[in-house]
């Protein structure tokens, strides 16, 4: 017997109680209620907060997903990383962005060089000592 996802996906909503399932958003609920169903855990916030919860998930996904931020950034770091995100997008930072880019950009891009290329070289070592092994 065949079933396809989105009856499987209904009936999870209509198990739940999700009148939702029989609606022209049937399938935007149903898949909320499997998501929140498969969860390993509880949500951080309530369901009218979690969009935009998810919108920041998203972000670091999108940004952390090009560059390893927690092998490169030590924890202060990476708090300093989002102090300055959050200032910049709520446009309260001390600081022009402009002037700050110009004047740390450099250091910034030096050090992220060295720590990467060190990396390179500790993996580039354990792979040789996997090889010789």
């Keep these: 017997m065949r079933v396809s996802?989105?009856?499987?996906?209904?009936?999870?909503?209509?198990?739940?109680?999700?009148?939702a399932a029989f609606t022209a958003g049937a399938r935007s609920a149903a898949r909320a209620v499997t998501a929140r169903q498969m969860s390993t855990g509880p949500m951080p916030h309530d369901d009218e907060k979690m969009p935009f919860y998810a919108l920041g998930v998203n972000l670091a996904r999108q940004i952390g997903g090009q560059t390893s931020f927690k092998t490169l950034l030590e924890d202060e770091e990476l708090e300093l990383v989002l102090e300055?995100?959050?200032?910049?997008?709520?446009?309260?930072?001390?600081?022009?962005?402009?002037?700050?880019?110009?004047?740390y950009g450099q250091a910034l891009n030096a050090i992220l060089m060295d720590r990467s290329s060190k990396i390179v070289e500790l993996v580039k070592a354990e792979g040789e000592e996997y090889v010789a092994n």
Excluded: E, P
């Excluded at 996802?5 to 009148?19: D, E, H, P, Q």
């Excluded at 300055?84 to 600081?95: I, M, Q, R, Y």
């Design 84 to 103: 300055g995100f959050g200032n910049s997008l709520k446009g309260t930072a001390l600081a022009d962005d402009q002037t700050v880019l110009t004047t």
């Design 5 to 19: 996802m989105t009856s499987v996906a209904a009936a999870l909503a209509l198990r739940a109680g999700s009148t």
